[in-house]
């Protein structure tokens, strides 16, 4: 069974909605490192924030300022049995499945390290951006005998390319977020003193009513979505999402304050 300790699960993934944005703070000092319990939290946070009409952007980061996550909780899964670690494992695929596939922009925010399982929360994420000299990011899996278990060999390959990512992997090394940033992984990197506040005011230009977070969703969905089926079937789907849209009131207030020359005034439906 586990070994979580805190008895508040919702300690362990603090819940705050600013501004239409659902900020998740993984909390588990001094590491942020990820139990069932805690996954289980995120888990129903990424729930909560779909669910709620007034969320338009999910932003995931760390507790404090030295890690975003060092992945799984490795004192948990040396006292576990094979069979907890497999459905761990699992529950853990299905939750970043969720936050990968829910219809609304998910940024990470990489305020420290993010290693291990924390870096594989983060590719779950849509954009990754991260704070200045904050840390380092990799997958060291190979260096406890395993492989990245939670997405990291699928995930990886998809956002550097095959070899590459065959490579970070089997060397197990850490890397710099600006070599993350050159190499795809990272969009962003502002300044340590004030990130926060920079990661949120990015994060705002993806809110109503200066976009349409509508839009912005189901750009995500035909993206995640379509990169995993045959090509034909994604232009289905890119299609049935264009239909959706075409039917929303943020489409029809588009068209026409494109028409009349005029600024867009988005609601986010």
């Given amino acids: 069974m586990s070994t979580q300790t805190t008895t508040n699960i919702e300690d362990l993934v603090l819940y705050k909605v600013v501004d239409g944005i659902a900020v998740l703070e993984l909390n588990d000092p ?18 909560q924030a779909r669910m709620d009409e007034n969320v338009h952007v999910i932003l995931l980061t760390g507790h404090g300022d030295k890690f975003f996550s060092a992945g799984a909780n490795i004192k948990m899964l040396a006292s576990v049995t094979p069979r907890f670690k497999y459905f761990f494992c699992l529950h853990a695929n299905e939750t970043l499945n969720r936050l990968e596939q829910t219809p609304k922009l998910v940024i990470a925010a990489l305020n420290g390290h993010c290693v291990g399982g924390g870096m594989e929360i983060a590719m779950a994420a849509d954009i990754r951006v991260a704070r200045a000299d904050a840390g380092k990011i990799g997958l060291p899996e190979v260096n406890l005998g395993v492989l990245p278990g939670t997405g990291g060999t699928q995930r990886l390959c998809r956002l550097v390319g095959k070899s590459q990512s065959i490579e970070l992997m089997a060397t197990g090394r850490t890397f710099s977020f600006e070599e993350a940033l050159e190499m795809g992984l990272i969009s962003h990197i502002f300044n340590q003193d004030n990130f926060m506040d920079e990661v949120m005011a990015y994060a705002r230009q993806f809110l109503p009513p200066n976009k349409a977070s509508f839009a912005v969703g189901r750009i995500k969905r035909s993206v995640q979505s379509g990169m995993e089926i045959p090509f034909e079937s994604a232009l289905c789907l890119e ?6 849209l075409f ?21 986010g439906a």
């Fill in 30 to 47: 001094p590491a942020n490192t990820y139990t069932y319990e805690m996954m289980t939290r995120l888990d129903q946070c990424i729930l």
């Fill in 239 to 244: 299609r049935e999402l264009q239909q959706q």
């Fill in 247 to 267: 039917c929303s009131a943020d489409a029809a207030e588009g068209l026409q304050a494109y028409v009349n020359k005029k600024t867009a005034n988005f609601k």
